[in-house]
């Protein structure tokens, strides 16, 4: 059974879901620049934690919104000239094609909130029936004092708000903690939509809570985010759902994936320290920049260097290097002790999704194959290439070539160069080889026999 740290009881609980939906909600971007590796730091573990309930049996649905209007959006399209909705639209294409890139294709529905403004003014309206609500100059907000348990999430108190995290400062609020659910028009050029109060658009910590309730209701099991959100966008959130539902608990687990740091500060726009993930992709594949994450603690904060990712290559190399190494194996030979490895590395995913021992066990299990390979038995090797695939299924560090060739052929090819090599027809060999290395396939020679593997970078 899964075991995950919800981080509001500050606890560790089992997530017993069997015969129904794990509902996953996940905090997505705000689209107004290119997306950067603190954003898949963040989305790589909640795409392995929805894959990894998916290959235990769960049936998994894992939403995430879009800010695709927000302060952000519209100070950069001024900047650019360009129509703020048009521009959140080509950054949420970029957003996508970085998801693709680091192979995260967990997630059922993006949700921008653009697409959800009527479910966003009935929760206002909702609010404001209840006395939740004033209206200032330039918005509706909400009344903080009237929750008690505002500050329980984070442990934020009253006296030590933190302000400027996206908040409207106003020297009018009722609460400096109070903040703006609908935004009123400040000019013809901000994109605007029709409500009750006057024509505006939705505060930031509204429309994650009008998304979740429109696929959820008033309950589901996960909501994940970076622990940069924490406060104020989750205690926010959170107020307004207990608001809403009037008692009870909301979600059954606030889970915080650690921040990405560079030289020890938060890596992120707003800092302008952050590194794209198309300039990462120039130099390193997808493979390797979910390891150099995956080897730490989801909820561990993680500082980026080179040499995370030099060393995460390597780690990426060794393993595929094993696993297409078991393809070679065609006799019959020693018997190997191998599944209480591959079991130990479920129930360490099981403790808290640890990934980070999860890799241990399966590099140990790597070492084995190495150790091995020329006495191995091909049943040994054809299970444990099955058992190394459904560990793939959710860690996703398999490097799955871009060629048009099959595994059947790239093997069979491989195996026409080991009957060249021993016919001494090494320049025809040779050429073979050379041929496939253009493809991205690496051959390595060994003791009578040849192993493959997809070039990693």
């Given at each position: 059974m899964m075991i995950l740290h919800d981080h509001l009881s500050d606890k560790m609980k089992p997530l017993n879901r069997k015969g129904s939906v794990v509902k996953l909600f996940v905090c997505g971007p705000t689209v107004y620049d290119e997306p950067h590796l603190g954003h898949i730091k963040t989305y790589i573990t909640f795409d392995v934690l929805a894959k990894y309930l998916r290959y235990k049996g769960h049936s998994v649905f894992f939403l995430e919104n879009i800010t695709d209007i927000d302060d952000k959006i519209i100070n950069r399209a001024l900047e650019t000239g360009q129509d703020p909705l048009e521009l959140s639209s080509l950054y949420f294409q970029k957003f996508i094609e970085a998801m693709k890139f680091a192979k995260i294709d967990s997630v059922n529905f993006y949700a921008p909130a653009t697409d959800h403004i009527k479910e966003i003014i009935r929760q206002i309206r909702i609010l404001e029936r209840r006395g939740y609500t004033y209206k200032l100059p330039d918005g509706i907000y909400y009344r903080v004092w009237m929750d008690r348990n505002y500050g329980i999430l984070s442990g934020q108190k009253a006296d030590k708000l933190e302000q400027g995290k996206r908040a409207t400062v106003s020297d009018f609020k009722e609460d400096p903690r109070d903040f703006v659910l609908w935004k009123f028009q400040k000019t013809e050029k901000e994109p605007a939509w029709t409500s009750p109060w006057g024509k505006g658009r939705p505060g930031w910590h509204i429309e994650d809570t009008a998304i979740s309730g429109k696929y959820f209701g008033s309950h589901y099991d996960i909501h994940g985010a970076g622990s940069d959100l924490l406060f104020p966008h989750h205690e926010s959130?959170?107020?307004?759902?207990?608001?809403?539902?009037?008692?009870?608990?909301?979600?059954?687990?606030?889970?915080?994936?650690?921040?990405?740091?560079?030289?020890?500060?938060?890596?992120?726009?707003?800092?302008?320290?952050?590194?794209?993930?198309?300039?990462?992709?120039?130099?390193?594949?997808?493979?390797?920049?979910?390891?150099?994450?995956?080897?730490?603690?989801?909820?561990?904060?993680?500082?980026?260097?080179?040499?995370?990712?030099?060393?995460?290559?390597?780690?990426?190399?060794?393993?595929?290097?094993?696993?297409?190494?078991?393809?070679?194996?065609?006799?019959?030979?020693?018997?190997?002790?191998?599944?209480?490895?591959?079991?130990?590395?479920?129930?360490?995913?099981?403790?808290?999704?640890?990934?980070?021992?999860?890799?241990?066990?399966?590099?140990?299990?790597?070492?084995?194959?190495?150790?091995?390979?020329?006495?191995?038995?091909?049943?040994?090797?054809?299970?444990?290439?099955?058992?190394?695939?459904?560990?793939?299924?959710?860690?996703?560090?398999?490097?799955?070539?871009?060629?048009?060739?099959?595994?059947?052929?790239?093997?069979?090819?491989?195996?026409?160069?080991?009957?060249?090599?021993?016919?001494?027809?090494?320049?025809?060999?040779?050429?073979?080889?050379?041929?496939?290395?253009?493809?991205?396939?690496?051959?390595?020679?060994?003791?009578?026999?040849?192993?493959?593997?997809y070039e990693i970078r």
């Amino acid at each position: 059974m899964m075991i995950l740290h919800d981080h509001l009881s500050d606890k560790m609980k089992p997530l017993n879901r069997k015969g129904s939906v794990v509902k996953l909600f996940v905090c997505g971007p705000t689209v107004y620049d290119e997306p950067h590796l603190g954003h898949i730091k963040t989305y790589i573990t909640f795409d392995v934690l929805a894959k990894y309930l998916r290959y235990k049996g769960h049936s998994v649905f894992f939403l995430e919104n879009i800010t695709d209007i927000d302060d952000k959006i519209i100070n950069r399209a001024l900047e650019t000239g360009q129509d703020p909705l048009e521009l959140s639209s080509l950054y949420f294409q970029k957003f996508i094609e970085a998801m693709k890139f680091a192979k995260i294709d967990s997630v059922n529905f993006y949700a921008p909130a653009t697409d959800h403004i009527k479910e966003i003014i009935r929760q206002i309206r909702i609010l404001e029936r209840r006395g939740y609500t004033y209206k200032l100059p330039d918005g509706i907000y909400y009344r903080v004092w009237m929750d008690r348990n505002y500050g329980i999430l984070s442990g934020q108190k009253a006296d030590k708000l933190e302000q400027g995290k996206r908040a409207t400062v106003s020297d009018f609020k009722e609460d400096p903690r109070d903040f703006v659910l609908w935004k009123f028009q400040k000019t013809e050029k901000e994109p605007a939509w029709t409500s009750p109060w006057g024509k505006g658009r939705p505060g930031w910590h509204i429309e994650d809570t009008a998304i979740s309730g429109k696929y959820f209701g008033s309950h589901y099991d996960i909501h994940g985010a970076g622990s940069d959100l924490l406060f104020p966008h989750h205690e926010s959130e959170l107020s307004i759902m207990s608001s809403l539902k009037g008692n009870g608990r909301v979600v059954d687990f606030w889970v915080y994936s650690g921040l990405l740091k560079i030289n020890g500060t938060k890596m992120s726009k707003s800092e302008n320290n952050f590194i794209t993930v198309k300039e990462i992709s120039e130099k390193y594949s997808s493979e390797t920049v979910r390891m150099a994450f995956l080897s730490n603690n989801y909820s561990s904060e993680t500082d980026f260097s080179e040499s995370l990712l030099e060393e995460a290559k390597k780690n990426v190399e060794y393993i595929n290097r094993a696993y297409m190494l078991l393809s070679g194996v065609r006799k019959k030979g020693k018997k190997l002790e191998y599944e209480n490895l591959f079991k130990a590395i479920d129930k360490e995913m099981e403790k808290d999704l640890n990934t980070r021992s999860s890799i241990a066990g399966l590099l140990e299990i790597c070492s084995m194959i190495y150790k091995n390979i020329d006495q191995m038995d091909e049943s040994d090797a054809s299970i444990m290439q099955a058992r190394i695939e459904e560990v793939d299924s959710y860690l996703g560090i398999l490097v799955r070539g871009s060629t048009n060739l099959s595994n059947n052929s790239i093997e069979e090819l491989v195996r026409l160069r080991e009957i060249l090599r021993k016919e001494k027809k090494y320049e025809d060999s040779d050429i073979l080889r050379n041929a496939l290395r253009k493809s991205g396939i690496i051959i390595e020679d060994g003791q009578g026999k040849s192993g493959w593997h997809y070039e990693i970078r």
